[in-house]
C-alpha cells in the first residue's frame, strides 16, 4: 500500500509559445534556475525544468532525479514550431476567454515592496501593483506567454497574505 503522508506536490506544466524568452524571463527575472531539460524528437517537443535550488547537479541523471524528487518544479513544455509560426497565437493561459480555466501560479519573496520595484525596473507586465484595488500585499505579473504569477511576501519574512 502507498503511503500518502510521502506524497509530494511536484510540479506545474505550462506550454510556452517560445522557449528562450521563457526561459530568461523564469531565470532572469524570477531567479529560478533550470534543472534540466529533456528533447523529444519523435514527438518534436522539449521539456524544460526550473526550480529555486542552491545548486544543479552535474549528470543528467542527477538533473532528472532532482527535478522529480522536490516540490515546487516548474515544467515549460515547447512544441517544436510554435515559436516561428506566425499564425500560432499562443497558448490560453486560463484567465480570459477562450480557454478559462488555469489561474496562476505564485511565487513567494523576501520584500514584496523592493521585488515589485525590480520587476517595474524590468519592465515586467503587471495585471495587479502592489497598490491597485483593496489587497494592497499581493501582485500579478505575466510571463511573455501571458501566464499569471502571484507575487507574495514569504510569510517567514512578514506577515502573510492572508
Same mark, same amino acid.
Given at each position: 500500500?502507498?503511503?500518502?503522508?510521502?506524497?509530494?506536490?511536484?510540479?506545474? $506544466?505550462?506550454?510556452?509559445?517560445?522557449?528562450? +524568452?521563457?526561459?530568461?524571463?523564469?531565470?532572469?527575472?524570477?531567479? $529560478?534556475?533550470?534543472?534540466?531539460?529533456? &528533447?523529444?524528437?519523435?514527438?518534436?517537443?522539449?521539456?524544460?525544468?526550473?526550480?529555486?535550488?542552491?545548486?544543479?547537479?552535474?549528470?543528467?541523471?542527477?538533473?532528472?532525479?532532482?527535478?522529480?524528487?522536490? +516540490?515546487? &518544479?516548474?515544467?515549460?513544455?515547447?512544441?517544436?514550431?510554435?515559436?516561428?509560426?506566425?499564425?500560432?497565437?499562443?497558448?490560453?493561459?486560463?484567465?480570459?476567454?477562450?480557454?478559462?480555466?488555469?489561474?496562476?501560479?505564485?511565487?513567494? &519573496?523576501?520584500?514584496?515592496?523592493?521585488?515589485?520595484?525590480?520587476?517595474?525596473?524590468?519592465? &515586467?507586465?503587471?495585471?495587479?501593483?502592489?497598490?491597485?484595488?483593496?489587497?494592497?500585499?499581493?501582485?500579478?505579473?505575466?510571463?511573455?506567454?501571458?501566464?499569471?504569477?502571484?507575487?507574495?511576501?514569504? +510569510?517567514?519574512?512578514?506577515?502573510?497574505?492572508?
Amino acid at each position: 500500500m502507498s503511503n500518502i503522508a510521502k506524497y509530494v506536490f511536484n510540479h506545474t $506544466m505550462i506550454r510556452v509559445k517560445d522557449p528562450k +524568452p521563457s526561459l530568461k524571463f523564469y531565470q532572469d527575472v524570477l531567479g $529560478m534556475k533550470l534543472i534540466t531539460s529533456s &528533447v523529444n524528437e519523435s514527438a518534436n517537443f522539449t521539456l524544460y525544468f526550473l526550480a529555486y535550488v542552491d545548486k544543479v547537479p552535474e549528470t543528467k541523471e542527477e538533473q532528472m532525479k532532482l527535478a522529480f524528487s522536490i +516540490p515546487g &518544479v516548474l515544467e515549460l513544455t515547447h512544441n517544436h514550431g510554435t515559436e516561428s509560426d506566425s499564425k500560432f497565437e499562443g497558448y490560453a493561459s486560463g484567465n480570459k476567454e477562450p480557454g478559462r480555466g488555469f489561474g496562476h501560479i505564485c511565487v513567494a &519573496v523576501d520584500n514584496i515592496e523592493k521585488a515589485c520595484e525590480r520587476f517595474e525596473q524590468l519592465d &515586467v507586465n503587471f495585471i495587479k501593483k502592489l497598490k491597485d484595488g483593496k489587497m494592497h500585499n499581493i501582485a500579478f505579473i505575466t510571463d511573455p506567454d501571458g501566464y499569471w504569477i502571484e507575487i507574495i511576501t514569504n +510569510p517567514i519574512y512578514g506577515k502573510a497574505p492572508i
